[in-house]
């Protein structure tokens, strides 16, 4: 009895938001970072009270092979310091301030570790883990992730690098692997859906990750969803572009806004 209480409510908790009848997952770009400092254990605390699903964030290797939370692969836009995160021991880079560019209030916020950011996680969340070097992180994320007290489902890996997607899928098969494509790439027309999926499936990739573009209609989705991929979008803080990629069948999107975005979804459409 109470192992059936227990499953109804996971299932209740893990339930993303419903629309036109899908089921839409909300994540949380770098944390609610529209309100708090990008990828940081205050961002990503403020999106799961704002009732994020799910929440990303970006990682990079110290000098001392440890895995810390930032989007550049500097400290420079952040904490102000024009140093290569590469470049700089785990202590070094702790001793920078990444909250005080965003307001007074978030003063002496510190870059996070990875495994610092997968102890908010709530029971029923994810973390999407954007992974923004090469191949060389997969040894040491693949021991933070198995040392955490999250589930293997709760921590997709996602990346812009083929080969990250497709040596995480080699070294944890248990793990799904989303591969990241901007849509409207410099001098370049939106690489077809037909293209997409035959590299992801190349890379053994479980789905998509995709900017908005105006090639992403319906046609499109359908094409990816009945390949067997998912299917998310970056970064929408428009509801009525969010409505549309809702409407087209994505699974997941992501915004720098989650709470916001999901009372804008919830709303009933005007008539």
Not at 39 to 63: C, M, P, Y
Not at 131 to 139: N, R, Y
Not at 192 to 202: G, H, R, V, Y
Request: aromatic share 6%.
């Amino acid at each position: 009895m109470l192992q059936h209480f227990l499953f109804c409510l996971l299932a209740l908790v893990l339930t993303p938001i419903a629309f036109a009848g899908a089921r839409v997952e909300i994540i949380g770009h770098r944390g609610a970072s529209f309100d708090a400092p990008e990828n940081t254990v205050v961002a990503f605390n403020l999106s799961w009270a704002q009732k994020a699903d799910a929440s990303e964030l970006d990682v990079h290797l110290t000098k001392d092979g440890k895995i810390v939370v930032i989007h550049d692969k500097d400290t420079k836009r952040v904490a102000g310091v024009d140093k290569n995160v590469a470049d700089l021991m785990l202590a070094e880079v702790r001793m920078l301030d990444v909250g005080k560019w965003k307001g007074a209030k978030f003063a002496g916020e510190k870059i996070p570790t990875l495994e610092e950011m997968l102890a908010t996680v709530p029971v029923g969340k994810r973390v999407f883990v954007e992974v923004k070097t090469g191949p060389e992180i997969v040894p040491e994320l693949d021991r933070v992730l198995k040392a955490s007290k999250l589930k293997p489902e709760q921590t997709p890996v996602i990346s812009f690098n083929a080969q990250v997607i497709a040596q995480i899928k080699k070294s944890r098969p248990d793990l799904a692997a989303y591969w990241i494509v901007n849509m409207k790439p410099k001098g370049k027309g939106s690489p077809t859906a037909d293209e997409l999926i035959a590299k992801a499936k190349s890379i053994k990739a479980d789905g998509l990750d995709l900017s908005v573009a105006p090639a992403l209609d319906k046609a499109f989705a359908d094409k990816v969803k009945n390949a067997g991929l998912k299917l998310y979008v970056w970064t929408v803080n428009d509801a009525a572009v969010a409505r549309r990629m809702a409407e087209v069948g994505v699974d997941g999107i992501t915004t720098d806004r989650p709470g916001w975005l999901r009372e804008q979804l919830e709303k009933k459409p005007e008539r």
